[in-house]
């Protein structure tokens, strides 16, 4: 008998330092982790993945005959893709929006970001940026439960030291989303358990950003936004551990180049200039991009750290239902950008 699988993905920060990132978090594959529960869920679209891929070596003999032997299991590692939606309107216990209620906050400190707060509580704001310093990076240990809910019947499986590459992408009148991709290290293969306890609500009162009542600018020209994606640019490889039981301790981050990509009419139906002669010149300058109005507005921008962070490195013309646009791609110098949660400015 078929059925749809009852998917939950749970995530817990291992910490900073890469000491930290390879020391799991929680009890062995084979039992349920008492140390997760609900603060740790994280509310996700279908079709998110923790996949464990063994490596395997043929063996391959001059015995003077087509043959094939048993095959040699090697390293194991983990593959993660998560997609969630970004959303400015979370608060913690109190009441008061804050950086510990954004459920995403620590997928992006494990995609290599720092964040801030500044502000009284009745307004704060939360930046989150790239960062180089990795002794203030999180890796996560994740879980994720697929099965039923009766005893021993949910597969449970589990990666630490896990870092990601983000892309959020954004479409006019659809949810801001954040989609993952990450590599982890496992400690054991997956095992079937009983499901986890706890209440994991559907966080309903939580509404994602929808690309709606925003504003898109470069160079502090204004354009009619249709989509747009920001690229981490994040490479994550796998560092190779003899002591591990599977060859592998934890991920890291080993280079970035952060990318921008638009969509916008063609003007006149925007209101900005022609970007082609800034693409020629080399022009650097900024991009911002505006979703919602305070207290639940998202903020997307270049030159947080120093400005003229942003420059065009191709411009494609296109249509939407007829109507012309560019396509334009370009590029973050020195990947100077910030996500900026209810930002005030």
């Not at 048993?70 to 983990?78: D, F, K």
């Not at 960062?131 to 449970?156: F, I």
Request: charged share 15%.
């Amino acid at each position: 008998m078929a059925f749809k699988q009852l998917d939950i993905l749970l995530g817990r920060a291992q910490g900073t330092g890469s000491a930290a990132w390879a020391t799991e978090v929680g009890l062995s594959a084979t039992s349920p982790d008492s140390l997760f529960g609900a603060s740790d869920f994280l509310m996700v679209a279908d079709g998110f993945s923790l996949d464990v891929t063994q490596e395997m070596t043929a063996q391959k003999y001059a015995t003077g005959i087509f043959d094939q032997h048993r095959s040699v299991p090697g390293t194991v590692s983990a593959d993660a893709k998560i997609t969630t939606y970004l959303s400015a309107n979370n608060s913690n216990s109190t009441g008061y929006p804050d950086a510990q209620a954004d459920a995403f906050a620590i997928y992006l400190l494990a995609s290599g970001m720092s964040v801030a707060q500044v502000g009284d509580e009745d307004s704060l704001t939360r930046a989150y940026w790239p960062t180089s310093n990795y002794t203030g990076w999180n890796a996560l240990t994740l879980h994720k439960y697929s099965g039923d809910l009766t005893a021993g019947n949910s597969l449970l499986t589990k990666a630490c030291g896990v870092m990601f590459n983000g892309v959020i992408k954004g479409e006019i009148g659809k949810p801001i989303s954040l989609e993952l991709t990450g590599k982890g290290a496992v400690s054991a293969m997956p095992a079937n358990v009983d499901y986890p306890g706890g209440t994991f609500t559907q966080l309903s009162d939580v509404i994602p950003a929808v690309l709606k009542s925003s504003a898109f600018q470069i160079a502090g020209g204004t354009y009619k936004l249709l989509t747009f994606e920001w690229d981490f640019g994040n490479k994550i490889e796998l560092v190779k551990d003899m002591t591990a039981p599977f060859g592998f301790g934890y991920a890291e981050i080993t280079d970035r180049t952060a990318k921008w990509k638009v969509k916008v009419y063609e003007s006149p139906y925007g209101e900005g200039t022609n970007p082609f002669g800034a693409m020629a010149a080399g022009t650097v300058t900024d991009i911002k991009i505006v979703v919602g109005t305070s207290p639940t507005e998202l903020t997307f921008k270049t030159g947080y750290g120093s400005a003229n962070q942003a420059q065009i490195t191709s411009i494609k013309p296109g249509n939407d239902n007829g109507i012309n646009t560019w396509e334009i791609d370009g590029i973050v110098l020195n990947n100077d950008w910030a996500m900026l949660v209810n930002d005030t400015e």
